[in-house]
């Protein structure tokens, strides 16, 4: 029970009331909220009688002190009290207990009463105590209890409101007298409310305010009889509010305001709700608001908020949006892009007022219902007085929203309305800025995707850009012949965007291959066209007679048709035509490229070259295939600085995937190469230097040769020692000590016998002997040569800038090879691609700044491994391919240096390997077998017996989970090799875990029955074996666990067997029992009554066991088994540690090492004992 306090009647009141109120007046709003919710169940707890009685007096108090809180000075506690008086009253108004209004207003009377305050009460008191009354009524309409109040009390209600109609409290008031109208029936308002309110609503339009309006609408709308017509003409010459005869009166009382506070009036909304209804959106814009945007000298100090927040409103209310336009007026747009040229200077709450404005009218496409109002809009918001410049100044995409809601057709005209923006025909006043931001719109608009299939269109604007850009014209269509009519072309400021948006143009995709031939010989054809009747004299910038001429070639050569490899043909021709499109860009390596290209297709055309398969196998020689010339061509124009070739590159390497051979590839590969510190961008200017640097290479070889010999020895120390993390810290200052100590040593010993044995004594080389001087000159000349070889110089600037360009050309080479790879690769280059990953990982890993070409890397093998269809058929890969590449991976990755995760990237290579041999034998002529098992059952068998094999568990479990055949090899591996004595126990744990994984693989077992019954009578018979041997020795628990999941499998196995039978269960258990001399845990425990479940057999508890044996048996205090488990948890963490591959840093290694370091000096110390009196110190 709860204290509780006596009254002034000498009633208890219950104190835990008076802790809800504290929680009222936080300045947190959930608080308040929390508090008001547990105060009212708090009152309303128990519908007994007693409950009741209980709550009386609290119900009382609370109550009472509620309407005085409404009254209160601060406004977060008038706002608490408030939120607490609404939710309890509406909480027990159907209730017997609720008060009524009379009742309410008598504590109004006693708790909100100014009388007897006198003259000491001041004016803001005054207003705090109309602002309480206030409240208290709007809590009584709010809650709905005036729904079922008297006629009295109603009017006690009202004359409340209409006193309290004063100054600021005044929108409160209307406020709640506006939720009144909506709450009442007609009879009521006319006949109570109605004659209350009208002495004050029904005066002159002249001295209405933004309050009274909000009420005459909101009363006209729902009681039309009461505010009538009559009551309108008499008061507003019209026979309603919303007439054109109130529009500019209306637009006054909204933008006639003092602070921005206003401008969240109910009125806004109310108002704009009604137009809209109505329908008189536009009217009430161009009558009422335009005039006072228009109006320079008007004193309406935020305007421009104004019109934003109506025009925002409208946007969010408007159904249809036929009248958007009508909102974009003239007025507006000016005032719009006045304050958006100047965005970053306004406030923060005014840019996001705009933004917000933007924002609406994004919003607001999806209800234009008609493609004309797209088109006004779009007219509207790109030209004067507004700008397409717009969309840059507010950062806001309404431009774009815009198109990309419109059909083909309109985007078509919009197209026109930009080309009269680029040729400033119909608006002469338009910027430089605006023409160039007009082009680059237009270019984008080929990419919209409702005019993807009006190739001729889309040709047409092509064509417009490159008159403009590439030739003199002035209307786009026609070139300008005569040399003196240039000067009304287009301005040479704009040209160079009009050419680059040109080129632009040519980026854009095609469906088919034969489209985008179509395409660029419409445009060939056109410029071809433009050349034989003009000449070099059109051309903003000539090319010479010989680029022309491979420009001819290249069309020659593009204007036959064969009809054979129409699609290799096809290929070409792109390529040529785009290169002759480039002679206008770069005219040296587009003429260049042309060359190249015909003579690449002579040479297919010849056929002479051998089968790309037998050159990548066989290794003959002779000419390069045609597709590495291309290979070739390609990498080069990816090294230029053309956002156009890369583009085309890509649209044309996908078509020659099939195509690729192994050594085109190699190409690719050679980019990507890390180990090679030749920069591929520099590799024609460092050929010619060549000869000069042989000489000085020789002579550093040797010092390079026994540097990297210091390295290598100082990386095989760097892994045996674990060192802090404090030493790894200043590392570097201890080199820089290491250099000065060489340094000093060096010149003390050029010094010699000349170096002062004290401070006092110096060297005298006035009586120093010329030679002697001159050895000493050479020494110390030495000496600082060594000093200046040893400190690491910094990279220039020009040196990171070449660095970063050349990072960015590998990028692009890898965009090629994931192209090659989403396009049916061949599998021998993608299995040559696996080994070259694995090749460059470490050198990617170890260097900092290969950090983005090292994702590149990790993203290309994880495509590759995924990959299950080849282009090639896979009769072309021999079945000694396949073993050769495991045997390498096995022995230059998995027993070589290692990186971080390397066993997950060989797991997944092991796994793409096995795809790829099923692949073979399955396809292949005579179904080759690839003998790929038999590697994996040698690298089983190192598992078995080595302590550090090349391959870990989760390798083997993998591929024990595929559907492959080599598993029953695998099987038979483990059964015949993982359970014999000399095989350690942690390897018979993980034999039996592997076994287990194979049983589970019921897709493989159940594919051959035969083979399963054989395989399955394999294991049991050495399961029996291995149980019997360990019944003499001893078992860790952990084999006892593998062992019993394992008998558990092969149980559920049995039935699907041809021969369930084949299984000796009652050997198996009678075995199995004569393991249990230890302690289980309670999961191995599980385990093992499951079995004897399933077997029959009456399982033996440890303390059973225990009471049989007398004791567990112990070694030197510790059981049997425990060494061995202890070996098997050292041997898990060696796992552990060997999956992360060097991922785990040095300070664990070393924690751990010293971890194993203690558990074999305890296993030692407990087996000395009792040999500690024994000495041997004198025994010689």
Known sequence: MKPKTE??????????????????????????LRGASELIQFLCAGNDGSAEDKHEKERAYALKRLI???????????????????????????????????????????????????????????????VGKVSVCGAIINSGLIENASDMELQTVLKALKKGMYKMVTPLAIMYLSELVQKIDTKKF????????????????????????????????????SVNQKFFESNFNAP???????????????????????????????????????????????????????????????????????????????????????????????????KVKHFTQLSEDVRDLYQEAFESLNQSYSKIKTEQTKLAIFEKLVTSPSSILIEKYASNKIVQNLLSTMTGESVKKAATILEKIILATDHPEVLNTERIHAVQALQKMLSNRNVTTETEWRTNIVKFLLNLGLFYSSDGKKVLKNTKNHSAAISAELAPTMKSAFFHCLEQRHAKLADEKAFLLSIVNHVQDILQ??????????????????????????????????????VFHILLMYMGLHLFSDPELASSSIAEL?????????????????????????????????????????????????TVIGHIFPHLAGEMTLTAFNQILSVINLKDKTNPLTAGESEGNEEENDDKMDEDSSDSDEDSNGNESDDANTENESDDDEDEQFSGDDEDDKVTDKMRMAIQTALGGANP??????????????????????????????????????????????????????????????????????????????????????????????????????????????????????????????????????????????????????????????????LIEKNGEGKKSTNIHKIFGTYLKEFIIERNPALTLNIFQTLLRMNWSGNWYLAKILTDNGFKKEVRTVRKTQSLSLLREFVRNRRLVTSNPAAAQETVKSIVANLNSFMKEAHQSSISQNEFNELAQLLLELHVLERQLPDPKNIPWQQIGNNLQKLRNFNLNSQIMNNYLRLCKLLQLEPIKNSERVQKNGSKPKVNGKSAHSDSEEEEKEEENDVEESKSNGSVKRKKKSNSMKQKRLKKEERLKAASQGLEAVSFINVE
């Open 7 to 32: 009254g002034k009647s000498g009633k208890l009141l219950d104190k835990t009331v008076f802790k809800f109120f504290e929680k009222l007046i936080n300045q947190d709003e959930n608080i308040r």
């Open 240 to 338: 309603h509010l919303i007439h054109e005869e109130n529009y500019e009166f209306l637009a006054s009382l909204l933008w006639d305001i003092k602070d921005t506070l206003t401008i969240n009036h109910p009125l806004y909304d109310f108002l704009i709700e009604q137009l809209v209804k109505q329908n008189k959106v536009g009217e009430f814009w161009a009558q009422g608001v335009d005039p006072i945007l228009v109006d320079e000298g008007s004193t309406h100090r935020f305007k421009d908020l104004v019109a934003l927040r109506v025009f925002i409103t409208i946007l969010n209310k408007l159904e249809d949006g036929s009248s958007i336009p009508d909102l974009l007026s003239v007025a507006f747009l000016e005032m719009l892009m006045k």
């Open 757 to 918: 044995e004290t401070d006092t004594e110096s060297v005298d080389l006035d009586n120093m002997a010329e030679e002697e001087g001159r050895k000493l000159d050479e020494a110390l000349a030495a000496a600082f040569k060594m000093y200046k070889q040893s400190k690491k110089t910094k990279p220039t600037k020009a040196e990171e800038r070449l660095e970063t360009t050349l990072t960015h050309f590998r990028m692009r080479v890898f965009d090629l090879i994931d192209v090659y790879l989403k396009n049916g690769p061949n599998m021998v280059i993608c299995l040559e691609l696996m080994l070259y990953i694995f090749e460059m990982l470490p050198v990617a890993i170890k260097e900092t700044k290969h950090k983005q070409i090292l994702d590149r890397y990790r993203h290309v093998f994880n495509s590759l491994v995924k990959i299950k269809n080849f282009n090639v058929d896979v009769k072309d890969v021999s079945a000694e391919q396949l073993p050769q590449i495991l045997t390498d991976l096995m022995e230059k990755v998995a027993k070589g240096s290692s990186f971080p995760e390397k066993n997950q990237y060989i797991l997944k290579a092991c796994q793409f390997i096995v795809i790829c041999s099923e």
């Open 68 to 130: 005085r809180g409404v009254g209160s000075n601060n406004h977060t506690s008038r706002a608490g009290f408030f939120t607490a008086l609404v939710g309890y009253l509406q909480q027990v108004k159907e209730s017997d207990h609720c008060p009524s209004v009379t009742e309410i207003f008598k504590l109004v009377k006693s708790e909100l009463s100014d009388t007897d305050k006198g003259e000491e009460d001041t004016q803001q008191t005054k207003l705090e105590l109309r």
């Open 533 to 570: 009747s003009t000449g070099n004299k059109a051309l903003r910038v000539q090319i010479s007679d010989e680029h022309l001429k491979h420009w001819n070639r290249m069309y020659a050569i593009v204007q036959t048709k064969e009809k054979k490899d129409k699609k290799l043909n096809n």
């Open 190 to 225: 006319t006949k109570v409310l109605w004659p209350v309110i009208e002495p004050v609503v029904n005066v002159p339009k002249a001295e209405h305010t933004m309050d009274t309006i909000y009420f005459l609408l909101a009363a006209s709308s729902v009681h039309k009889k």
């Open 598 to 646: 015909e003579s690449v297709m002579k040479r297919v055309k010849s056929k002479k070259a051998s089968s790309k398969m037998d050159i990548a196998q066989n290794g003959k020689s002779g000419e390069p295939e045609w597709i590495e010339v291309v290979i070739d061509l390609f990498l080069n124009l990816m090294s230029q600085n053309s956002h156009l070739l890369r």
